[in-house]
């Protein structure tokens, strides 16, 4: 049972840092925040995704790519191109380490204010940091695993970040409905979406990319925007009006 709490844990805080900070935030600049809960959240993002931490600028210059070339050759990361899974991860992590190691400069109408704290990004990326992250899952998995099953949950953990960037990228555009005509494949996978907190609205998203709320008909439902309108009546970040 502790090995399943830890898990789940991990996986939705992980997934709520993702969709909150990196994507909500970094990529769509839905809300505003003070420069504290800035650094809180992206803290928190680092400590959740723990060896898969995913640097905020590089996430935001190739989401704003997938919008802009949502499912044409130029889309970072269509499944419409790849003919697997593992595929479309190891070309989103190419392109993703060319923008995080500056190797390549995006083009000028993604370039836009993104979190920056460059210390933390030096310390989250580099390799002792993840190893010991991934040697503190394993010692936990040690001290509480009672079956050998679990030990099957523990590489998920290593990967926590871009396996959820994969599944929404995969399933959102292959699989599922549509509420609108985009001009792309992507889907609504789950009408209710809780095992990805939002993400999987994938076709509503694509037709409000501002939109807070990822759910458009009475039966979808966001769990992630609930919690956007309490934060913002606690006056921790600020809505933009739609």
């Known amino acids: 049972m502790t090995i399943l709490i830890f898990f789940l844990a991990h ?18 600049k839905m809300f505003k925040m003070h420069p504290f809960w800035e650094r809180f959240f992206y803290l928190l993002t680092f400590i959740s995704q723990g060896s898969s931490f995913l640097n905020p600028r590089a996430y935001a210059i190739m989401h704003r790519m997938h919008h802009a070339y949502s499912d044409t050759e130029k889309d970072p990361h269509s499944p419409h191109f790849i003919k697997d899974v593992y595929g479309l991860m190891m070309k989103t992590k190419n392109i993703y380490l060319d923008y995080r190691k500056y190797k390549i400069e ?24 993840r190893i010991v992250f991934i040697v503190l899952y394993s010692l936990f998995y040690v001290q509480f695993a009672t079956a050998w099953w679990m030990w099957l949950l523990l590489p998920i953990h290593f990967i926590m970040g871009p396996l959820h960037g994969a599944i929404v990228n995969w399933c959102g555009h292959k699989y599922g409905y549509s509420n609108h005509d985009n001009g792309d494949h992507s889907k609504n996978t789950l009408p209710l979406d809780f095992l990805m907190l939002g993400e999987l609205f994938q076709n509503n998203h694509h037709k409000k990319p501002n939109n807070a709320n990822f759910a458009s008909k009475w039966y979808e439902f966001d769990p992630t925007y609930p919690v956007m309108k309490v934060l913002h009546w606690m006056r921790i970040i600020t809505m933009r009006k739609m």
């Open 106 to 129: 995006p083009e000028p109408q993604f370039i836009d204010r993104y979190p920056n704290w460059p210390f933390l990004d030096r310390f989250a990326d580099a390799w002792p940091t």
């Open 11 to 28: 996986w939705f805080l992980s997934l709520f840092c993702q969709t909150f900070f990196l994507h909500r935030y970094a990529s769509h």
